[in-house]
């Protein structure tokens, strides 16, 4: 997500920072840059008018025409601002007895998806949810709860295929809950269109029953233009809390996040960024605002990592390696470490600097597809040949090529990449080297700090 963003943003900084004397006529023609790059981001019209305003504000003023690095500083601002447009800090969840979320949007959003995907996180967290389902029109939401409801182990209520009544189906729900000991109860309702006032008015009573914490708006980031006016309706409605944003890998725009947050005044409380149901993160507006401006995100990086990789295993590796004991056994311990991790572009993409070391990397070099295919070469090869690669010649290469249904190139192309590997891992001085490069500004050092030293690959 804001990858079209960022690449706009990139260019017009970099230009900027390439003057060397700032001019009121320098950073005109830089916002209108900037400007253009929002709408085009499908920032809605009105917000993104206020937003350049307020960065005109304050990137004309003295202090910073003046300044030894007016560029730097104009770009501070910018992400001050975006920061500041994103909602400040984060904000969480209100989970104080009795806590209660109401889950609502317009259909195709994601929210009996997003439902499991929050449970499975308050259930991370040490609380008991329970989850509640209250779509009585779209034909097998009930049914697919239930089945999300199990794959989270979260006991789920389910009412009658029959049942019409909503309230009452959220009157025996709660009656339900008393027997199941829950702390958090979330209820999935029925998706619905703005122009639909009945649902509409279904939704408000239900409001009106349950009285919830949270009254969670989940959208899909690709709403575009349309996120504004959604916003307003269902927050003129039942008065959300919070909003939650669904599909953020599959949008390159991102106008969503921007114009929703500055239209309600609510917070942007969660991002769904993938199908997996573990893929439901905190939005803090600070981190974004680094990510849009291409500084990474170290600190998601390190939770997505710690989340997904066992230390034991990170550390047996790390100390084969040490030990120069590093074999195609160890690899495919490591490749499948990588694997959980989930798209290699979603996780690197919060490397510092990664945006630009993207384009130099040859096609489908990210591809989760690549990996698998290399995955079967390495299962084609005996014990023996994993543990001493320099065994494999000709024939051996022929028969692997042909057992994993690749080419001979392949399986060459492989064990060339892995003995150069091995000889990089015997110099602690290019492992520093490489570890430099890919940190950026310090970015890996912090990276491994915060994992307590281990490496996932």
Same mark, same amino acid.
């Given at each position: 997500m804001f990858s079209s963003l960022a690449d706009s943003l990139d260019k017009t900084f970099r230009n900027l920072r390439g003057v060397g004397r700032i001019s009121e006529t320098n950073i005109a023609d830089a916002l209108r840059e900037i400007r253009i790059a929002l709408?085009?981001?499908?920032?809605?019209?009105?917000?993104?008018?206020?937003?350049?305003?307020?960065?005109?504000?304050?990137a004309v003023g003295e202090d910073v025409l003046k300044s030894i690095k007016p560029g730097e500083q104009i770009v501070k601002i910018f992400h001050d601002e975006l920061a500041a447009l994103?909602? *400040?800090?984060?904000?969480?969840?209100?989970?104080?007895?009795?806590?209660?979320? @109401?889950?609502?949007?317009?259909? *195709?959003?994601?929210?009996?998806?997003?439902?499991?995907?929050?449970?499975? %996180? $308050?259930?991370?967290?040490?609380? %008991?949810p329970l989850l509640i389902a209250c779509d009585l029109y779209r034909p097998?939401?009930?049914?697919?709860?239930?089945?999300?409801?199990?794959?989270?182990?979260?006991p789920c209520y389910t009412p009658d295929a029959a049942e019409t009544d909503v309230v009452k189906v959220a009157k025996d729900a709660l009656v339900w809950a008393e027997t199941q000991h829950?702390?958090?109860?979330?209820?999935?309702?029925?998706?619905?269109?703005?122009?639909?006032?009945?649902?509409?008015?279904? @939704?408000?009573?239900?409001?009106?029953?349950?009285?919830?914490?949270?009254? @969670? $708006?989940?959208?899909?980031?690709a709403t575009g233009q349309q996120a504004v006016s959604v916003a307003k309706h269902f927050d003129d409605a039942v008065g959300i809390t919070g909003i939650v944003l669904t599909k953020m890998d599959g949008d390159a725009r991102g106008g969503a996040a921007l114009s929703m947050r500055a239209v309600t005044g609510k917070p942007i409380k969660f991002a769904g960024e993938g199908e997996k149901l573990e893929q439901l993160f905190e939005f803090h507006p600070?981190?974004?605002?680094?990510?849009?401006?291409?500084?990474?995100?170290?600190?998601?990086?390190?939770?997505?990592?710690?989340d997904k990789v066992s230390e034991a295993d990170a550390m047996h590796s790390m100390k084969r390696i040490q030990a120069g004991k590093f074999d195609f056994t160890d690899f495919l311990d490591q490749m499948r470490m990588i694997q959980k991790l989930g798209p290699l572009e979603g996780l690197l993409g919060l490397m510092?600097?990664?945006?630009?070391?993207?384009?130099?990397?040859?096609?489908?070099?990210?591809?989760?597809?690549? @990996?698998?295919?290399?995955?079967?070469?390495?299962?084609?090869?005996?014990?023996?040949?994993?543990?001493?690669?320099e065994i494999i010649k000709g024939s051996r290469r022929q028969r692997i090529a042909d057992g994993s249904g690749t080419s001979l190139m392949a399986v060459n192309q492989l064990i060339k990449q892995f003995s150069e590997m091995r000889k990089m891992m015997k110099s602690p001085g290019k492992m520093k080297d490489m570890m430099r490069q890919m940190g950026g500004a310090g970015g890996m050092k912090d990276m491994l700090k915060g994992l307590g030293g281990k490496m996932p690959f």
């Open positions: 709408l085009e981001a499908d920032v809605e019209f009105s917000v993104a008018k206020d937003f350049i305003s307020r960065v005109q504000a304050k994103l909602g *400040g800090d984060q904000t969480p969840l209100d989970l104080n007895p009795p806590a209660r979320i @109401l889950i609502c949007g317009l259909n *195709g959003a994601g929210k009996t998806t997003t439902a499991a995907k929050l449970a499975l %996180r $308050l259930k991370k967290e040490g609380r %008991r097998a939401a009930i049914d697919q709860l239930a089945t999300l409801a199990r794959q989270v182990d979260v829950g702390t958090v109860l979330i209820f999935d309702t029925a998706g619905r269109q703005e122009i639909d006032q009945r649902l509409i008015a279904e @939704l408000k009573r239900l409001h009106e029953f349950l009285n919830p914490k949270e009254t @969670l $708006l989940v959208a899909d980031s600070q981190r974004m605002a680094d990510r849009i401006l291409g500084m990474g995100d170290i600190v998601a990086m390190v939770e997505q990592v710690a510092p600097g990664f945006s630009k070391i993207k384009k130099q990397l040859p096609k489908g070099a990210l591809d989760n597809k690549k @990996l698998k295919s290399t995955e079967a070469i390495v299962l084609s090869m005996t014990l023996e040949e994993r543990r001493r690669p």
